[in-house]
């Protein structure tokens, strides 16, 4: 536990007597955090990472965006459940106590003032200091005449010709606003004639839509200086052209965003991959749940846009700024790298550093590989081997989220043509990877490989691939459990972990393991591997009852665990049983964290810390002291329940004790010592940056780690 927290502890009294624990935590806010609130926290701790002027500038843009098309996903999901459970008068309450109307009131309450440090950084820091480095938006009236005529061209020749003025009246109905969309509103009447009649020469609402195909960062000039004007102020400057013999007001612009998540009855469904698609088809037209509008926006077209898409005042958003501010990742693509981070180039693991087949190397020993600090290549190479090598029999793999032209898939479909088995499950439900799986699927099966969908009820989110060798006169299994998905490009942006193993009893569990996913087995006991919704659950509760036993014993007792997200409400139970026991408890929770760590009598032994970095944190590690006889699992399960129960999800044992020694002192260990890009939890949820103490050493954990594998 670090000093500074047990200090405060020492400060509010923590010899208090322990809290009495309920037999379950269901609607105690005293003991959970709201999950909503807890994510709007980590999408803050993002918003920081902008607002941090010791980054590089354009990462600071990077975090920018990041931090809106974070929120947009946040709105069309969960946003939208809440305001779906108003309509419908649900009044269940979420784990911590709270109707959906009161949740959606606190994240109005916490998001707005976010939104306002996020424009306020933008207009008042990185645009000046944008400036600074060339890089110049300006608005279309400080262009120069020539700029102006050149702009304009551009516009008749590239903009012009694809805009649809919709304007609206008793024949022309409001028009549909399809999701995330940019547009502009503008009021139109006839430009003094006589003729009109009253009924047409009242204003009237009309809507353009800014194109997504025509980039949103249009050029001034092709000089040295990097100068744009945004696209909706061009086509705000050539509105004439839109509405001949008409007068326009100004143009505002707004931009909607609608409910995306699908329900799939899968019970009733005869074919998964056409009830999938015939739910993506319904997504465009979901119900709008967010409304931003231009600060310039007259309060009447703002209450008339409300209106027309029926939404409150409250779920209005005015942004003093520009909107869609994920198009500005467009500048965080140009060739400047003296205004990113130092580009690196991810090693191969030194297991594979050899003439041996990769084969060979797994089978002599287990190799652990992290991305992105090791390539990812070891991975596509595992599966091309697989394809090409004569002796190997059967490939079999989950897949979740791929990516566009994946070679990990091209190397399936080649082994499928070159007659060996391959059997692979495609999870059709990955949001918002639905229609790129769908392809995948249907060209799998065209190259005849044996594709399945997933199980009903659940979503396959496990990470594994299992190759079928025959070596002399028996078969060999070679298996790669990954923290991630099977996708180069994630790849290099997230931080994972994966296995190699041979480990008989391992293969044996992933033999069985795919005759559950693509068959009707029904296995209820592993080896080795913890499988959900088998015994995942039971064996992890039973794990952290272990600790719980050695600590009371007096046997060395600790837990360590890297996640992404807790919110289950046993396992947290769970966890503070342990920390009143005087289990000492480290957790690495990257995003929404419900547990309160930190408080008197309650959790006084548990600390919650988050990385926020140059990589997404997406790791899952578990640590068990047990006594001094370590026990680690890496693996794709999260502590929620959806993890544990709903979802096949895998964590593998890590059996070398070299691997164990690695896992453990130098990549959580560094972790845990990270004082720059690590924040802490504290016991009202807030979260404040570690920071380095006076004689610490500053350790940058995603920092140590490039340096480190680039060096081995």
């Not at 229609?435 to 044996?450: F, Q, T």
Request: glycine share 4%; with cysteine; net charge negative.
């Amino acid at each position: 536990m670090t000093d500074p927290l047990k200090q405060r502890q020492k400060e509010e009294g923590s010899e208090q007597h322990p809290v009495t624990l309920p037999p379950t935590l269901f609607l105690s806010r005293r003991l959970l955090f709201n999950r909503e609130a807890s994510w709007l926290e980590f999408n803050r701790r993002v918003l920081e990472e902008a607002l941090d002027k010791s980054q590089p500038l354009l990462e600071r843009v990077k975090f920018m965006s990041i931090f809106s098309t974070n929120l947009d996903e946040f709105f069309m999901i969960r946003v939208s459940g809440l305001k779906e459970q108003v309509d419908e008068g649900v009044t269940d309450l979420s784990l911590d106590g709270l109707t959906p109307a009161a949740q959606l009131k606190l994240i109005n309450e916490r998001l707005r003032p976010m939104l306002a440090d996020q424009v306020r950084c933008f207009k008042e820091d990185l645009l000046p200091e944008l400036s600074s480095q060339n890089i110049v938006i300006s608005p279309y009236r400080a262009l120069s005449d020539r700029e102006r005529r050149t702009l304009n061209t551009y516009f008749m020749e590239n903009v012009f010709p694809v805009l649809t003025p919709q304007a609206v009246d008793p024949s022309h109905p409001f028009p549909y606003i399809s999701n995330l969309s940019l547009n502009l509103g503008v009021m139109i009447e006839p430009n003094g004639d006589s003729n009109s009649s009253a009924s047409t020469s009242a204003p009237r609402f009309a809507r353009v839509k800014v194109p997504p195909l025509v980039p949103r960062l249009v050029p001034v000039s092709d000089e040295s200086t990097l100068e744009y004007i945004l696209l909706e102020e061009l086509i705000a400057a050539n509105v004439e052209g839109l509405f001949p013999g008409m007068r326009a007001s100004e143009l505002h612009a707004f931009r909607v965003t609608r409910d995306a998540d699908i329900e799939i009855r899968e019970d009733e469904a005869n074919d998964l991959l056409q009830a999938v698609e015939r739910e993506l088809r319904k997504r465009r037209f979901g119900t709008a749940v967010r409304l931003e509008v231009a600060a310039s926006m007259p309060g009447e077209m703002v209450r008339y846009l409300a209106s027309s898409l029926r939404l409150s005042a409250d779920d209005v958003y005015t942004i003093d700024g520009p909107l869609n501010m994920p198009d500005l990742m467009a500048l965080y693509k140009l060739d400047q790298p003296a205004l990113k981070d130092k580009p690196f180039i991810a090693p191969e693991s030194s297991a594979f550093r050899t003439d041996e087949s990769i084969f060979d190397v797994i089978r002599r020993q287990d190799v652990l590989v992290h991305h992105p600090y090791n390539s990812f290549a070891s991975v596509v190479d595992f599966i091309n081997s697989a394809a090409n090598d004569p002796a190997v029999q059967a490939i079999k793999m989950t897949l979740y989220r791929t990516g566009r032209d994946s070679p990990v898939v091209q190397a399936l479909m080649k082994a499928s043509e070159k007659g060996k088995q391959v059997a692979v499950l495609v999870e059709l439900k990955a949001r918002f990877d639905e229609e790129s799986n769908i392809e995948w699927a249907r060209r799998l099966e065209r190259a005849g490989v044996h594709v399945v969908y997933g199980l009903i009820g659940l979503k396959t989110h496990c990470k594994m691939a299992l190759v079928v060798r025959r070596e002399a006169e028996s078969l060999r299994r070679y298996v790669h459990v990954g923290t991630g998905n099977y996708n180069p490009v994630t790849a290099r942006i997230y931080t994972d972990l994966g296995l190699f193993t041979a480990d008989e009893q391992i293969g044996a569990d992933a033999s069985e393991l795919f005759n559950y996913l693509t068959g009707f087995s029904k296995q209820t006991e592993y080896r080795r591997l913890l499988v959900a919704p088998v015994n995942l659950r039971e064996r992890v509760t039973a794990l952290i009852e272990r600790e719980i036993e050695h600590h009371k014993n007096g046997r060395p007792a600790r837990i360590v665990a890297k996640i992404n997200s807790l919110t289950d409400t046993k396992l947290i139970r769970l966890l503070y049983e342990a920390s009143q026991d005087g289990l000492p408890i480290d957790l690495l929770v990257r995003g929404v964290c419900t547990l309160r760590s930190g408080v008197p009598g309650l959790s006084d032994t548990i600390t919650v810390t988050s990385i926020v970095g140059r990589f997404l944190e997406h790791s899952r590690i578990f640590y068990f002291l047990n006594g001094g006889e370590e026990d680690m699992y890496i693996g794709s399960a999260d502590w929620m329940q959806r993890n544990l129960d709903r979802r096949v999800e895998l964590l593998a044992p890590i059996i070398d004790p070299k691997l164990r020694k690695h896992l453990k002192e130098e990549v959580l260990d560094v972790c845990l010592r990270d004082n720059v890009k690590t924040r802490r939890l504290l016991p009202e949820g807030s979260y404040e940056r570690v920071g380095v103490s006076d004689g610490d050493e500053r350790v940058d954990s995603q920092s140590h780690f490039i340096n480190h594998y680039s060096s081995s």
